[in-house]
């Protein structure tokens, strides 16, 4: 995603798109191709900095002339001003070039809300424009256009980030790091185990997490344990480097029925960069979190078929070690002297 306010409404912005988008003005019934897209939110009151599920649909009529170029999907999240406060672009699942007339294509993804000085009213708006850089023709499509080849299928709310289970690191958790590629995407390096608590909603909640860690740095394929109480929570093995994304739901009578609750993520193991020759980076890491939110499980909706929610439940006995291992090893680093 980019975040960020992008682009401005206006007059000059449609005039300056002009130049790179053919055919700004009014279409002629040949030039569209009979593609109809649609977009679906398993809610349309969103807290900022919370997550949404987005379920893209393409409707090729039968009509519908096949896309020989590849094309990829550009999604805009734009406020009552016209502004691009973010985006989703991506490419569709299927590729477009293997879309056939006559059939509907459907996929869901989780897109995580920044954080904004902004509540209220915002359109969704797609569109397909080529990959290659050679042409920049976005393909003139059926449905509402904003007469930039850019089409409004949804509207949804963004409320106060208030409205949201706040969450308060604990300990475990290194400073906030940024990417060269996206410097307004924040992540977090956690130490071999991380709490962070929020506050008891006495009612079931979902906790979503996207992270990811440096397999190739473990001795042995590394997993994680997300927790509450120290007896409940889900296993979860990492088998490669590759960014995951987990939805774990913990029921009411898991929190129990104090003020707060102690949300710990434990990883089997950790590793120190320095150590392994990897660059002079003496931090103990364990798990690079990109986004942790604790969701009211009420005010989910409907997932998305095919969502998976892993249930919390007992820790099975390997869940259980990571736990105790973990916690003999922040003992020892307590007792031991500080390198010089």
Known sequence: MDFGRLTRGGLLLACAAALVVPGCGPRKPKDINAIVPTVTLNRDRVPLKSAVEVTYSWKCEPTMKKLTEEHRAFVHFVDKDGYTLFTDDHMPTPAPTSWEPGKTYSYSRTVFVPSYQYV??????????????????????????TGLREYRVATLEFLPEIENIYLVEKEGWHDPETSRDNPGLERTWTKRQAVTSFKNPKKDVVVYLEADTNAKAFSKPPALVVSVGGKTGVVVPITSSELFLKRIRFKAADLGDADWVDLRLTMSNSFVPKDLGLNDDWRELGLMVYHLHVLDADQLGTLPSGTEVLDAGPLSPEGLQILKAAAVSKTKKAAAPAKL
């Open 120 to 145: 209220g009213k915002v359109e969704v708006r797609v569109g397909l424009e080529p990959v290659s850089g050679a042409r920049r023709t976005r393909v003139a499509m059926k449905g509402d256009d």
